[in-house]
């Protein structure tokens, strides 16, 4: 389609294509006594192609054309008002794909008409934009007869332009999972499940909380007796986490941790159980990779592991004063975990 910066052209350029070969044969050889109009032809390379059909499309009706190149982008109106103080009637720059052209006010060098032509660069117009150029200039410089040139105002252009990118939404993350935890001091691991909520703070960097419940307990005999231990945790910390939009991501995990532990014990006659409760304090490091199902569904698996800073003690209590009590196990000294479960991202 070809447009232009002077108006909406299209339709005289079809009106222009079904009379050129007749205004050809209409146009009489020029005058000796009233010699053709020179016009000055200006390109941005010395080969270009639209200047080439439009100096011989000038020629074919008898203009004389004197072509020059472009001396630099940015003194193309210094250029053209030399040409024209030179004797051209007019000046016309080509550039591949669009024709600027410029006409002066009568007996001076200002510019009094000026009619900017443009087609796609792919839209193979080039031959119908330049015949269009030469019958402008012809109707312009009264070579033919030819209604009035009035240039039309310029009308809107519209510019394609790339949206800006939305602003990337902050993240938050709750997974639950299950898994065994086990720890150095005498007590054996036990199945736990866990939840874990976790939120984007700035960038990689994010908050979490997490807790894990007991589904089995440890099992501890003495001679007389025997002891049922079930541990909670509950805590949070900082997270690092990559970007989630990957098909496989990583993310760590550095906090703190409340220990609850609670103890239930049989015993023989004459001792009785009894059920102690007692907490402590532990710090841990969390890994975990990401395999995303969804867009905000993922797998994931998860280690743990920390120590303790109290640990809590599990302990033997005799109810008669000849048997001390007796330090059967202590709990947190070192402890890992594993767990797997799934995210749901919001």
Known sequence: MICGHGGARAAVALVLLAAAGSARAQLEPPDASNPMPRVALL????DDPLAGRIEAELRAVGVDVSR???SSPTGVEEQVRAALRSGARAVVVADGHRTDVWIPQTGSDRVGLRQDLEVDDTSGMQAVLALRTVEFLRISLGLVSGPPVVPLPAPPIARATMPAAPAPERWMAVDVSSGVLASVGGLEA???????????LAGFVGAELCAYAPLSDSELSEGAGQTRTSIWLAGGGMVLA?????????DVALG????????TGTAKAP???TTDEE???AMYARAAARFRLARRLALRIDFLGGAALQRPVISF???TTATADRDLATWGTAFAAGLGGAELRF
């Not at 390109?43 to 010395?46: D, G, Y």
């Not at 036990?190 to 984007?200: E, F, N, Y």
């Not at 941790?257 to 103890?263: H, P």
């Open 271 to 273: 001792q009785t159980g």
């Open 68 to 70: 020059a190149v472009l």
């Open 256 to 263: 703190a941790l409340a220990i609850f532990v609670r103890s």
């Open 43 to 46: 390109s941005s390379v010395p």
């Open 242 to 250: 990559s970007q989630a939009d990957r098909r496989v991501s990583f």
């Open 190 to 200: 036990m199945a736990v499940a866990g939840i874990s909520l976790r939120s984007q």
């Open 279 to 281: 907490t402590g304090v």
């Open 317 to 319: 209590m005799s109810t």
